[in-house]
């Protein structure tokens, strides 16, 4: 099997080299790039690059860069952000497609903000840091409404924690969502009207379409409670364009947890959401797991090691034939 020059990009915790995939690519030649950001000069030689979910949007400019490029591996099954007719043309494999695995790191970092919001974590760590002392009241969940919409596998996993957690549960979406919920013990909302006017902590897990981008509008908001948390672990775009901005200076919802963003890196406080009180954001950390990183690049590895040996796999893209 012929040595691959391959290159990880966007790697910011630094994660593929340190997982049991990864050591299966011994006697090739490999590179880590942390980022944010891609340093395109460092590329030029590379023969294959490992992109990690949709952190990295591989432009027709990026593949003109990289002239020895043959191979793209992809994690999961998304392809929208690569320029595949570019791709198409230079002759370069992409494989994509493998299941992501059943990890719970989403739904467990959902919960992980539902709790740091309700109790005002972050804000009051960092004020004992400075020399303070408490300051704000906390909000419990036993006994509040969890509102759930989408009752997919995140979703029915972050229903199940706010149940254990003594809350009353109500889904919303698609009727085969709500069918799941039902079957699951959990309460179907009886209008949308209800599903935005009634929860404490409303949480978002919708996968992005294009029926689904702006699915959650401006008046959805507005029904909010002034009391209410809502949480975005999914994908910004389900949101109305600058919807959840105006919202949250209106003071409906009162609170977001937000760890999506339209465009991302975020780098240098440059989102409207960061100079708000009411908001708690973090940088897309909700695959940033070590099991979850082992079940998304282990299939990787497999197209790698697949493309290596001259029989590509999961390929959405196929080389050229002479």
């Known amino acids: 099997m012929k040595a691959v020059r391959i290159a990880v990009l966007d790697d910011h ?13 011994a006697g090739h030649d490999l590179a880590v790039q942390r980022g944010p950001g891609v340093d395109l ?11 990690t979910q949709q952190r990295t ?19 999961g099954r998304y392809v929208a952000h690569l320029d595949l007719e570019a791709c198409a043309e230079r002759g370069i494999v992409v494989s994509a497609g493998a299941p992501t695995g059943a990890s719970s790191a989403t739904a467990e970092l959902t919960w992980a903000l539902v709790l740091a919001a309700m ?69 179907a909302a009886a209008s949308r009207e209800a599903f935005f006017a009634e929860p404490d902590v ?4 919708v996968a992005l379409t294009k029926e689904t981008r702006g699915l959650v509008t401006a008046a959805d908001l507005a029904r909010m409670k002034p009391t209410a948390l809502l949480v975005n ?25 937000v760890d999506v963003y339209e465009e991302e890196p975020v780098l240098d ?9 009411n908001a708690l954001c973090t940088p897309h950390l909700g695959y940033a797991e ?3 990183y082992e079940a998304l690049y282990e299939p990787v590895v497999e197209q790698l090691l697949a493309f290596a040996q001259g029989r590509p796999i999961r390929v959405v893209t196929r080389e050229k034939q002479p």
């Not at 915790?13 to 690519?25: E, H, I, V, W, Y």
């Open 13 to 25: 915790g630094d994660a593929f080299r340190n997982t049991r995939a990864a050591q299966r690519l």
């Open 41 to 51: 000069a460092a590329l030029r030689d590379v023969e294959a690059i490992v992109l």
């Open 57 to 75: 949007p591989l432009t027709r400019a990026m593949i003109d860069a990289m002239p020895r490029l043959r191979h793209v591996s992809q994690t």
């Open 119 to 187: 109790r005002h974590v972050p804000e009051e760590a960092a004020r004992l840091r400075s020399g303070g002392w408490q300051r704000t009241v906390g909000t419990a969940l036993m006994g509040r409404t969890l509102g759930v919409y989408g009752f997919g596998r995140i979703g029915a996993q972050v229903a199940g924690y706010g149940r254990a957690f003594g809350m009353r549960v109500v889904a919303w979406g698609r009727e085969g969502s709500l069918a799941r919920a039902r079957a699951a013990g959990f309460e």
């Open 202 to 205: 409303l949480s978002l897990h």
């Open 233 to 257: 672990t999914a994908r910004a775009a389900l949101i109305e364009e600058g919807a959840l901005v105006a919202a949250l200076r209106a003071g409906r919802p009162g609170f977001a947890a």
């Open 269 to 277: 406080g440059r989102h409207p959401l960061l100079a708000l009180p």
């Open 290 to 292: 070590r099991d979850a």
